[in-house]
Structure formats: C-alpha cells, structure tokens
C-alpha cells in the first residue's frame, strides 16, 4: 500500500471529516499507480491520518474509507453495510424499500445499496470499490439476504472513473414486473433498466407530508414518472389528479400503478412535455388546487447554474399562475450546485413576476434513509419546499 503526504490544510479539513482529496492536493503520482488502489494517508510528520482508495483518472482522487488502520476485507465491508442496516431498520421499520447505503454518508464512498422487497440493486461508481465488488457482494448477500442482487452500473459517471458502464443480474433471477410496497402503496418497478433504480426513493418521507393538504383538492403532478407522488395525493383523498411526464414507459407505468391501488378512477395520466403543458393550460384557463413540480436536474455542472435557475424560474413561474387563489405548490429541485438559498431566492422571484405571495409550509430535503454528512454539503442535495400561493 502507497503511502501519501498531505499538506496541513488538507489535513485539517480531512480530520474535520471531509471525505475527499483533490489532485491538485496530492503529491505527484507514479504514471503506472493502478485506478482504485489502497493508500495510507499521512500527515508532514508521518503520523496515521486515514485509509482511502486513489484514481488518479479522478479530480476526487482520493477517497477515504477508513480513519482506522484495518484491513479492507469482506468482514469491513459486512461490518459497513451492517450499520447501515440498522440505521434504517430504526426508521424503516415494517418497510421493505429503502436505501440501505448512501455513498460517503455510510462511510462506503462509491457504492449505493437499494432494498425493494426480496431484491436489492448496487450500484458501483467508483473504481476503488469496483476492486472490491466480490466483497462487497458477499456481504450484502450476508447481511440483506436478497433473492436477486441486481447491479445498475449504468451511469455515466463511471465512464469518468475509467469503468465500464452497464447492468448486470449479480445472482439471483429477475423476472419483470416486480411489485413493491411503500407507504402502504404497491409500485410496479423495473429494477433492471427503470429510471433510477426502480423507484425515487428519496422522496419516500416526502409523499407523506401531502396529507393534509391534497384532501378534496384538484392536484396537478409534473414530471410524475411512475406515479409516487401521485398515487399518495390519492391516498390522501385528494379530488383528482392529473400527472404529466415526457416518456411513455413511465406513463404507461403510473396509469399501470394507479389500477394496482384503486385510484384509477380519480388518477389520469399523460405524455407531454411539462413546460408545453404548463402553457397550454394557461391558454385554456386551466386551474388547480394543488401543484407538483418533482423535475429531474436541471444543472449538472456549477457553470451552468444561471441557465438552470432561468429554467427552474420559469416552470414554478408558469405553476404560480395556474394556481387557485390560496393553492398549494409543492416545488422540488434535485440539483446539488443550487444552493438552499438560491431555491428560496428564484422561488421568491417568480412569485414577485406574477404578482403572488409564498408562505412556506416547510422546507425538505431528501429521507432519512439518504442522510447527509454535515462535512459534506454534496450529501444534500434535495431541496423540496410545500409552499401556499397567495
């Protein structure tokens, strides 16, 4: 195992408990050092400051994985993988769906661990834990005990890493439809090729907190995907609801969802583009009790910030202006680069643009089964505001 020098600053901020190292922090590296292999970090003294995994081919090059000198085996990851577990059984309790392992915040950087019922989805993103993926599998099958361990390496991100991107059935069978069950709902879920994988878990405490307020209303749902939150406006008694999406598989899974739960009769779904269906109600007069914006990222890199807060402007703008007098906007963005206070600011402007007021119900982000490191502002990323139009 390579041993690295960090500079002060970075220990510093390391033993604060930030989980990263840059490259422009890192002594040079040899040309041949293998993507993903074991370093101790030091500090100028050589005192012990961590254990992490090194890509070179990575601006985060170093990632820590332990602050203890052990051994990085299957019984380490059984451990990590275990504690995760138990941190959502305390919540979770009697649900068979959720996170188990969210990246840096169960201290396992790189890997991303879902429960749906009797299966479990990985994802492996980085290639210091793609060295690992035999160990990691043995001790998810150790400590969940799934019949399917299904692997959704299918995003771009581990292109950057140097890996290969594709899906994989790790053990187990899978045969489509898989049915789950959340917050006392059934979702029929494609665990092999869905959006995300399978379902957006990390709205689940989310779609709760419509009650109370979708009861007897009209709700609007955008970019409504497979039906999550519109299943749950139905659940909570809510008039009806309309839910609107760009993909026809998804619509085709939200109308599938909402026969599955009874709510057929008050859910109708369908396929559009959400900001030319925002302008073609505004045209035709349409008006709502009850709007849902729940829009996938509109910003993937820090520069491109100003155009995404245009966008993120204009549709909850477009919303604000369907809503009756006293409606309720439910408002999401998923993007990590907008900062809390940027979401708040561009909701603010809008409401300004058309002459509305905002009282603020309550400001969320993602569940308690996605937990976020304080040292670590990338680990919360979801900004969900339940908002009053005045």
């Known amino acids: 195992m390579q041993t690295l020098s960090l500079k002060k600053a970075v220990v510093t901020r390391v033993m604060r408990g930030h989980p990263w190292i840059y490259r422009n922090e890192l002594p040079e590296l040899p040309p041949d050092f293998p993507p993903g292999a074991l370093v101790e970090l030091v500090d100028s003294r050589g005192r012990f400051i961590a254990i992490g995994y090194c890509n070179p081919k990575s601006v985060i090059t170093v990632r820590i ?9 299957e019984g380490f990851f059984r451990k990590r993988i275990g504690a995760a577990h ?22 396992l950087p790189g890997v991303i661990l879902d429960r749906y019922g009797d299966h479990a989805v990985v994802q492996i993103l980085t290639a210091g834990m793609e060295r690992h993926t035999e160990s990691i599998v043995a001790a998810i099958r150790e400590v969940l005990s799934p019949q399917t361990l299904i692997a959704r390496n299918d995003v771009s991100s581990r292109a950057l890493e140097g890996l290969k991107v594709e899906s994989s059935i790790l053990f187990g069978t899978y045969a489509p439809p898989v049915v789950v069950k959340k917050n006392g709902l059934h979702f029929e879920v494609d665990l092999l090729a869905g959006q995300k994988p399978g379902f957006f878990l990390d709205q689940s405490d989310n779609y709760l907190a419509l009650q109370g307020i979708v009861e007897g209303q009209e709700v609007l749902d955008t970019f409504c995907y497979s039906g999550g939150w519109s299943l749950h406006a139905a659940r909570f008694d809510a008039k009806s609801i309309t839910g609107v999406d760009a993909s026809e598989s998804a619509i085709a899974l939200a109308r599938q969802n909402a026969i599955r739960n009874g709510s057929d009769a008050r859910c109708q779904f369908y396929v559009a583009n959400v900001f030319d269906f925002l302008k073609e109600c505004e045209k035709e007069r349409r008006r709502y009790d009850c709007i849902i914006l729940d829009p996938p990222s509109f910003v993937k890199r820090r520069k491109e910030i100003e155009n995404a807060i245009r966008g993120y402007k204009e549709i909850n703008l477009r919303a604000m202006k369907l809503l009756r007098p006293g409606g309720f906007l439910v408002t999401c963005s998923c993007s990590y680069h907008l900062s809390p206070d940027q979401f708040r600011d561009m909701l603010v402007d809008a409401a300004g643009d058309v002459g509305r007021t905002l009282r603020q119900i309550s400001l969320r982000s993602q569940g308690k089964d996605h937990p976020a490191l304080l040292a670590l502002p990338e680990t ?6 339940f908002l009053q139009v005045l």
């Open 86 to 107: 138990r941190f959502r059984e305390r919540f979770y309790a009697g649900e068979e769906s959720y996170r188990v392992v969210y990246s840096e915040a169960d201290l």
């Open 65 to 73: 994985l332990s602050r203890e000198r052990e051994t990085i085996d």
């Open 380 to 385: 919360e990323y979801l900004k969900c505001a």
